[in-house]
C-alpha cells in the first residue's frame, strides 16, 4: 500500500524538526539533565510539527540510550514504541472528548508501565474536551503518578481552560519559514526522483501557509500530475491564477475598470479557476505592493516566488499606501463572507466592482483615499515625474490647415483667410481702457473687468465718451433762439452740488468697496479651486465682508476638514487672486449671524437718533443715555 510522503518522511529525530528551534533545543536540554516535566502543552497553527514533537518526546524519555537528547531508535524501547507500544497512548480528543472517556483514562494511569520506563498519554486536539471531561482530568494532571507523562496539542488556545494552563509546560510552535519549507520540499523530492522547480517549491510554501505536512501533501498531489513540477503545475493543480492575471487585475483596480475585471475574472471562471483562491491570490498581491510601500522598494518582506520584482515595485508606485489597505480590507472581508454564498463567484465579482469603483464607498476613509491621491499626483507633478502636455494655441495657419470646406468651394489661402472679417481674432478696441490689449489679452475680459459705463455704451464711436470726463451730447443748432447772457464768475457763491448723472471726482472708498460684486468675486474664486473643494463648499453659505470671507450653513465636517488640511490656505490664496487683497476665512453659526445682523441695525437706529437730537436709553449700557 502506498504510503503519503508526509508520513513516510515524518521526522525521525528533533534536529529533523523545522523551524522550532526553540521547542526542540529545550526539550533536548531536559531529556539529558533528566528533569522531565509531568504535563506539556503544544500550541499553534495546523501541520507545525506538534504531534511528532510529541511522538519523539514520548520516544525520548523512553529511549534506553538517548543521543545529544534525541532518541536513539535502535534500543528495544525505541523499537518496542515504533511498533505499537501500550504505554504510549494517543488518544483524539475530537472523538473521546466526553467525561467518560476521562474517567477511564484516570483509572489506567495508576498501573505501571507494561514494557517502558514512564506511560505517556498524548491527547491531540484538547480543546475538542468538554468543560466537565477538563475538570475530571484536572486533579490527575495536577498530580500524575511518577510514572506518567501528559502531552497535550491543540491549535486553538483560547478554548483550553486556564486551570489546565497552569499545570503544564507551554511550548508555541511557529509558522514554518518559506525558506526552510522549500528547502526540505526539495530535498524530498530529490529522494523520490522528482524534479522540482525551486519556485514551484517557495510557491507551495507560500500557499501551505506555513504548515510543513500541508506542504508535503500538496507535493505529492502535483507529483501525481507529473514527475516534472513547476510553477504552472502547481498552479493547476491547485487552481489559481498566474501572476500575469494579478497584475492585470490590480491594473483593473487602479485605472477604475470594473468592466475589465470581470471579463477577466469570467475567463479566469470558465478555466476551473477558484474565485476565492483567486481572491486569496488578489490578497496577496496587494500584500506585496503594500510592503513595498511602506519599506520603501525594500524586497526583503517580498516571497520569492511574488512575481517579476521589477514590474511589482513599477505597480507599487501607481498606488497609495492607504488604497494598498483598502482593497486588502474588501478582499479580505468578501473572502470571509463567500464560505455563507451559494455561489462562490458572486463574491469575486461584488469585490472586483468594489474594488474597481471607490466611489461607492461613502465613508470618510473612501473620501480622505481620494484626497491623498490627488496629493500624489501634485506631488509628482511638482517633482515633475508627471508630463505636461504643451497646448499649443490656435492660429490662423492650423486653422485654414484643419478647416473641412465644402466640396464646390474652393480652399482659400492663409492670406484669404487673414483678410476674412469673421475669422479676425482680433479684439475690438473698446474691450479695453485705453484702446490697446494689456497683458491679459490672451483671456477674454469677465464682465466684472469692464466698468458699467462701458458696458452700455452705444458701439458708434461719435457716441463714445472721452475717457477723463464725459461730454455732453450736442444740440441741435438753433439761430432763431436767443443765448442767454453769461452770468459773471463769482468766486464767493457757492456751486451747487453735482447731478447724480456727473462724474464725482472724490469717490468714497468705503463705497467703493460696497460697489464690489461679492457674489461674482465668490464664483470666482470657487472657480479657481479643486474638483473635490467645489463639491464641498457648493451649499455653503458665503459673505464677502471687507476682507473677510465669512462661511455660515456649513456642516461639521467641513469645518475639521478645512482646519486640519491646507484647503482654507487655497481658498485664500484663490480669493486673494480674484480681489487682489488679503482675505482671511471666518467660521460662523447661523444663530450668531442673524444676532450680528439685528445688532447692526439696531446700531444704525441709535445713531439715527442721536443724529436728529432724540435721547435714547439702551438698558445694555447700563443707564448711560
Known amino acids: 500500500m502506498y504510503l503519503a510522503l508526509y508520513r513516510k518522511y515524518r521526522p525521525r529525530t528533533f534536529d529533523d524538526v523545522i523551524s522550532q528551534e526553540h521547542v526542540t533545543t529545550t526539550l533536548k536540554n531536559q531529556i539529558k539533565t533528566g528533569k ?22 514520548a520516544l525520548a524519555v523512553n529511549c534506553l540510550s538517548p543521543k545529544d537528547g534525541n532518541p536513539c531508535g535502535e534500543c528495544e524501547a525505541c523499537i518496542a514504541a515504533a ?55 484536572l486533579k490527575t494532571i495536577e498530580e500524575p503518578p511518577q510514572h506518567v507523562v501528559f502531552i497535550l496539542a491543540t491549535t486553538e488556545l483560547h478554548k483550553i481552560p486556564a486551570t489546565i494552563l497552569s499545570r503544564c509546560q507551554q511550548f508555541s510552535f511557529n509558522r514554518v519559514s518559506v525558506k526552510d519549507s522549500s528547502h526540505r520540499l526539495l530535498k524530498i523530492a530529490k529522494s523520490e526522483n522528482i524534479s522540482l522547480d525551486e519556485n514551484a517549491a517557495a510557491l507551495i510554501s507560500r500557499l501551505s501557509d506555513g504548515g510543513m505536512r500541508d506542504a508535503i501533501s500538496l507535493l505529492d498531489r502535483c507529483a501525481g500530475i507529473t514527475l516534472n513540477i513547476t510553477e504552472q503545475t502547481v498552479r493547476d493543480a491547485v487552481g489559481i491564477a498566474g501572476t500575469e492575471h494579478l497584475f492585470s487585475l490590480a491594473e483593473c483596480v487602479r485605472d477604475h475598470d470594473p468592466a475589465k475585471a470581470l471579463k477577466l475574472l469570467d475567463k479566469l471562471h470558465e478555466g476551473s479557476k477558484d474565485p476565492v483562491l483567486l481572491l486569496q491570490e488578489l490578497s496577496g498581491h496587494f500584500r506585496d505592493l503594500m510592503m513595498l510601500s511602506a519599506m520603501n522598494g525594500d524586497f526583503s518582506l517580498i516571497p520569492p516566488s511574488g512575481g517579476d520584482r521589477e514590474k511589482l515595485l ?80 490656435p492660429t490662423v495657419e492650423k486653422a485654414a490647415e484643419h478647416a473641412i470646406l465644402p466640396e464646390e468651394e474652393a480652399p482659400k489661402t492663409v492670406k484669404e483667410v487673414e483678410s476674412t472679417p469673421q475669422q479676425s481674432d482680433e479684439k475690438p478696441a473698446w474691450l479695453f481702457e485705453n484702446g490697446q490689449p494689456d497683458e491679459y489679452d490672451e483671456y477674454p475680459p469677465m464682465p ?178
Not at 491527547?123 to 475538570?135: K, Q, V
Not at 457648493?538 to 470671507?549: A, F, T, Y
Not at 442721536?610 to 449700557?621: F, L
Open 36 to 57: 522531565i516535566a509531568h504535563a506539556y502543552l503544544f500550541t499553534g497553527s495546523r501541520g507545525t510539527g506538534k504531534t511528532t514533537c510529541a511522538k519523539l518526546l
Open 83 to 137: 511498533n505499537g507500544c501500550s504505554d504510549i497512548v494517543e488518544m483524539d480528543a475530537a472523538s473521546n472528548n466526553g467525561v467518560d472517556d476521562v474517567r477511564a483514562l484516570r483509572d489506567e494511569v495508576v498501573y505501571t508501565p507494561v514494557m517502558l520506563k514512564h506511560r505517556v498519554y498524548i491527547i491531540d486536539e484538547a480543546h475538542m474536551m468538554t468543560a466537565e471531561a477538563f475538570n475530571a482530568l
Open 314 to 393: 513599477s505597480q507599487a508606485n501607481d498606488f497609495t499606501l492607504g488604497e494598498t489597505i483598502r482593497c486588502i480590507e474588501i478582499l479580505q472581508e468578501h473572502i470571509a463572507s463567500a464560505a455563507r454564498m451559494p455561489r462562490r463567484e458572486i463574491a469575486a465579482q461584488m469585490c472586483l466592482i468594489r474594488l474597481c469603483s471607490p466611489q461607492l464607498d461613502s465613508d470618510v476613509t473612501a473620501l480622505s483615499l481620494r484626497v491623498e491621491k490627488l496629493e500624489k499626483k501634485l506631488a509628482d507633478l511638482s517633482a515633475g515625474n508627471l508630463p505636461i502636455k504643451n497646448i499649443e494655441k
Open 448 to 625: 466684472g473687468d469692464i466698468p458699467a459705463a462701458q458696458q452700455n455704451a452705444p458701439t458708434e464711436p461719435e457716441l463714445l465718451f472721452e475717457p477723463d470726463a464725459p461730454a455732453e451730447p450736442e444740440l441741435p443748432f438753433e439761430p432763431d433762439a436767443p443765448t442767454e447772457p453769461e452770468l459773471p464768475f463769482e468766486p464767493d457763491i457757492p456751486t451747487e452740488p453735482d447731478t447724480p448723472d456727473e462724474p464725482k471726482e472724490h469717490i468714497d472708498p468705503i463705497r467703493q468697496l460696497n460697489d464690489l460684486d461679492p457674489a461674482g468675486q465668490w464664483e470666482q474664486t470657487v472657480a479657481q479651486l479643486p474638483e473635490f473643494l467645489k463639491a464641498l463648499l457648493k451649499d455653503v453659505k458665503v459673505k464677502i465682508d471687507g476682507n473677510k470671507i465669512v462661511l455660515s450653513g456649513y456642516s461639521p465636517f467641513l469645518y475639521d476638514f478645512m482646519q486640519k488640511g491646507d484647503s482654507a490656505m487655497r481658498v485664500q490664496a484663490a480669493a486673494k487672486q480674484v480681489t487682489g487683497r488679503e482675505m482671511r476665512l471666518q467660521f460662523v453659526e447661523q444663530e450668531a449671524e442673524q444676532e450680528e445682523e439685528i445688532r447692526d441695525r439696531a446700531d444704525v437706529f441709535l445713531r439715527q437718533a442721536q443724529s436728529m437730537g432724540v435721547k435714547i436709553k439702551n438698558k445694555g449700557t447700563k443707564g448711560k443715555a
